[in-house]
């Protein structure tokens, strides 16, 4: 038997039982099916145009995949309709499997970034007696000074920056989220040479002591 596909001007004989998705393969037509000819998609849609013999009966996945006014104009699944004689198609553009093609070119934008997490260097001008001024007030000021204004600190940081100032030799790495100190950092052992080694598992609020690095 022969399966013509009108709009592409191509036929060819097929053995009987043959599906009209796999003559569309066969013959090169670019028939869309999402699913492999499973029948759950319903994108393999063609319409009847004429058949020597009578059509096999609408199946049930054709009536529910396809609305009534479909069935009506002889639309059918390619996947499920295997024609008992020739058969002359046509392929709604719809059905048509579509040409895909990578993006490869566009406009260059610039985005300015703005990360809500930083981790910031800082170099504490050590308390005296004759320098009594608050550690809170030490650190917000040469935050400031780095060009982070209006910088809170957390209550649980607050509750920990003496000690990571006085252990970090006055250097510490403040840790913002949204302009304010309140990461859990880890605490770093104070090395001889004044870097600082792998953590040493004490946690404490938004400040990381004896910092010589900062990471991004």
Avoid: H
């Avoid at 013999?53 to 009536?63: N, Q, T």
């Avoid at 040469?142 to 509750?159: C, D, F, H, I, W």
Wanted: glycine share 10%; proline share 8%; with cysteine.
């Amino acid at each position: 038997m022969k399966i013509r596909f009108e709009d592409y001007n191509v036929e060819g004989e097929f053995e009987e039982g043959v599906t009209v998705l796999e003559a569309s393969r066969r013959l090169g037509v670019d028939l869309e099916s999402i699913c492999g000819g499973k029948g759950i998609c319903g994108k393999c849609k063609v319409q009847v145009v004429s058949s020597m013999e009578p059509i096999p009966r609408v199946s049930p996945a054709e009536e529910r995949l396809l609305s009534r006014d479909e069935l009506d104009r002889g639309v059918r699944l390619a996947c499920l309709l295997r024609p008992r004689g020739s058969l002359v198609v046509r392929v709604p553009l719809w059905s048509r499997r579509r040409v895909q093609r990578l993006q490869v070119e566009g406009l260059e934008v610039r985005v300015p970034l703005k990360p809500l997490t930083r981790k910031v260097l800082l170099e504490i001008p050590p308390a005296s007696l004759e320098d009594q001024e608050p550690d809170d007030d030490r650190l917000l000021r040469e935050l400031e000074r780095q060009g982070y204004k209006g910088v809170k600190v957390s209550p649980y940081a607050l509750g920990r920056l003496p000690d990571s100032l006085r252990e970090g030799d006055w250097r510490v790495t403040a840790v913002l989220f949204n302009g304010e100190v309140v990461i859990r950092g880890l605490k770093y052992p104070r090395m001889p040479w004044g870097g600082c080694p792998t953590p040493s598992g004490k946690e404490i609020g938004g400040l990381q002591p004896c910092s010589s690095t900062v990471r991004s």
